[in-house]
Antibody
Framework: EVQLVESGGGLVQPGRSLKLSCVAS????????MNWIRQAPGKGLEWVAY????????YYAETVKGRFTISRDNAKNTLYLQMTSLRSEDTALYYC??????????WGQGVMVTVSS | DVVLTQTPPTLSATIGQSVSISCRSS???????????LHWLLQRPGQSPQLLIY???RLESGVPNRFSGSGSGTDFTLKISGVEAEDLGVYYC??????????FGSGTKLEIK
């Protein structure tokens, strides 16, 4: 069974950094593009970043471009999101999600990031 | 970026009732390859979103056939034929035709009366 398990969230002050991880299992991780998608408390879904299976293609939402970096280690079946210069508006539940047929078919349980002083 | 407008924002239904959710796009979702990448997700309370329908009308594996999708161009509909208690949650449409970015509708909350 496909499993995606995020970690690395927490409470962080504005302007600081945090790195999220997502460990994948149950499928051949290196064959799939991956996304980070976030959901602010009580709000809808916002796509954050995408990385292709071999890391050749990387895209970011305008709201995080220049501050966040998506990466992956296919040998470790792990997806990352390095977040810098964090703002209060980055407070959200962050999901990793497998990319499939121009959408997402499997999501992790999410990891909470709270940016507050 | 493509804007997806979902209506209604909330929906209240009794068990067995049939309901529909609309998703309208700010531009056509017909891809140059001839496919239309409009999909539907369900987020049950306290859970992660799950894929219900992909490419307008294709049911994801394991999804009950009371769910169906239709539409083309800019207008799309999700129909639940005979709501069951487990169907409560927030439904999102999402487009991949003009990704990046993937863009999501604002969601429709289905409540059970």
């Amino acid at each position: 069974e496909v499993q995606l398990v995020e970690s690395g969230g927490g409470l962080v002050q504005p302007g600081r950094s945090l790195k999220l991880s997502c460990v994948a299992s149950g499928f051949t991780f290196s064959n799939y593009g991956m996304n980070w998608i976030r959901q602010a408390p009580g709000k809808g879904l916002e796509w954050v970043a995408y990385i292709s299976s071999g890391s050749s293609y990387i895209y970011y939402a305008e709201t995080v471009k220049g501050r966040f970096t998506i990466s992956r280690d296919n040998a470790k079946n792990t997806l990352y999101l390095q977040m810098t210069s964090l703002r209060s508006e980055d407070t959200a539940l962050y999901y990793c999600a497998r990319h499939w047929k121009y959408t997402t078919d499997w999501w992790g349980q999410g990891v909470m990031v709270t940016v507050s002083s | 970026d493509v804007v997806l407008t979902q209506t209604p924002p909330t929906l209240s239904a009794t068990i067995g009732q049939s309901v529909s959710i609309s998703c309208r796009s700010s531009q056509s979702l017909l891809h140059s390859n001839g496919n239309t990448y409009l999909h539907w997700l369900l987020q049950r309370p306290g859970q992660s979103p799950q894929l219900l329908i992909y490419s307008v009308s294709r049911l994801e594996s394991g999804v009950p056939n009371r769910f169906s999708g239709s539409g083309s161009g800019t207008d799309f509909t999700l129909k639940i034929s005979g709501v069951e208690a487990e169907d409560l949650g927030v439904y999102y449409c999402v487009q991949g035709t003009h990704a990046p970015p993937l863009t999501f509708g604002s969601g429709t909350k289905l409540e059970i009366k």
